[in-house]
């Protein structure tokens, strides 16, 4: 089992630049989840999937944050235009129904 | 609303010695609870998980952890800590039931491991 995949694995990027990051699921999970992690608020959900469906993106700082779910083994967080204060750590993880969660190992993400 | 309390951000202790670390959370229901460990650089790794039945559940890595309902706690321990303990560990919620299924983490509690 590869476990969840994430990539790129770092990216330093210029403020107003897209950014993209991306995720693959452990196959047969059925729920996706975006975490952002940063020195001053923890771990933090930014956005969650079940079946590819959006269920609660309440954690999403502002619209410059969107995702997606194509599919069920695919998903990206985009950032369009990226900021200093989005520099953190992105994680991704996967879990089939009984909320036990896997991560990937994360996408370290900082703006200039 | 569900919320994690780790009231220790930092601990060091001795290799060899016992550890203990608090989580105290607030949640309507029966929660789901977790422990996970983080290593610099590193994804989270599940530890252990509560969902129902016996309180004292047992990890990998030697970790227990004991669900004390009456003290909305979920205290993770080890008898003897190997230097490769050291590490974050996040203690974490979840929504029992077929509602949201998200986590909620506590901030975190970084052990250090002294020779």
């Known amino acids: 089992d590869a476990g969840v995949i994430q990539s790129p694995r770092h990216e330093v990027t210029e403020m107003g630049q897209e950014v993209t990051l991306r995720c693959k699921p452990i196959s047969g999970h059925n729920s996706l989840f975006w975490y952002r992690q940063t020195m001053m608020r923890g771990l933090e959900l930014l956005i969650y999937f079940n079946n590819n469906v959006p269920i609660d993106d309440s954690g999403m700082p502002e619209d410059r944050f969107s995702a997606k779910m194509p599919n069920a083994s695919f998903s990206t967080l985009k950032i369009q235009p990226s900021e200093p204060r989005d520099s953190a750590v992105y994680f991704c993880a996967s879990s089939r129904d009984q909320n036990e969660q896997f991560f990937g190992p994360g996408t370290r993400l900082t703006v200039l | 609303a569900q919320s994690v309390t780790q009231p220790d951000i930092h601990i060091t202790v001795s290799e060899g010695a016992s550890l203990e670390l608090r989580c105290n959370y607030s949640?309507?229901?029966?929660?789901?609870l977790f422990w996970y460990v983080q290593s610099p650089g590193q994804g989270l790794q599940l530890l252990l998980k509560y969902f129902s039945g016996d309180t004292l559940v047992q990890g990998i890595k030697g970790f227990e952890a004991e669900f004390k309902r009456s003290q909305s706690s979920f205290n993770l321990r080890k008898p003897s800590v190997h230097w490769s303990d050291a590490a974050e560990y996040f203690c974490a919620v979840g929504a029992s039931g077929t509602g949201r299924r998200a986590l909620t983490f506590g901030s975190g509690t970084r052990l250090q491991v002294q020779p």
């Open positions: 949640y309507g229901a029966t929660p789901y």
